[in-house]
Nanobody
Framework: QLHLVESGGGSVQAGGSVRLSCEAS?????MAWFRQVPGMEREGVAV???????SYVDSVRGRFTISKDNAKNTLYLEMNSLKPEDAAMYYC???????????????????????????WGQGTQVTVSS
């Protein structure tokens, strides 16, 4: 059972920056950041695979950077040029290779909008004031 613990959320003015962290209790094959606003569906923001390949939703590309420190099993999301519409609860998600049927990894590649995740953190709130 993998555990994920997020940190780093808070309040920031529009145009500012926030860095989120997510510490995993073990090795992961695919990790991601999602966000959700009350009453809206959860949205995949950024994904990174075990080789460091990244993908982003269009609305954050060029402003957000996902990265991972493999030695620390820690995922990061650097968020710059924040906009009020970026305010949300941000969740870390992860998948562990080998826990699913082999076909799963072809059906759900580690790419934003396609990846599926078994493990989720508790969430960290980001508030952006205009």
């Amino acid at each position: 059972q993998l555990h994920l613990v997020e940190s780093g959320g808070g309040s920031v003015q529009a145009g500012g920056s926030v860095r989120l962290s997510c510490e995993a209790s073990g090795y992961t094959y695919c990790m991601a950041w999602f966000r959700q606003v009350p009453g809206m569906e959860r949205e995949g923001v950024a994904v990174i695979d075990s080789d460091g390949k990244t993908s982003y939703v269009d609305s954050v590309r060029g402003r957000f950077t996902i990265s991972k420190d493999n030695a620390k099993n820690t995922l990061y999301l650097e968020m710059n040029s924040l906009k009020p519409e970026d305010a949300a609860m941000y969740y870390c998600a992860a998948e562990v290779f080998g826990e699913r049927a082999p076909s799963y990894y072809a059906d759900y590649p580690c790419v934003v909008g396609l990846a599926d995740f078994s493990y989720w953190g508790q969430g960290t709130q980001v508030t952006v004031s205009s």
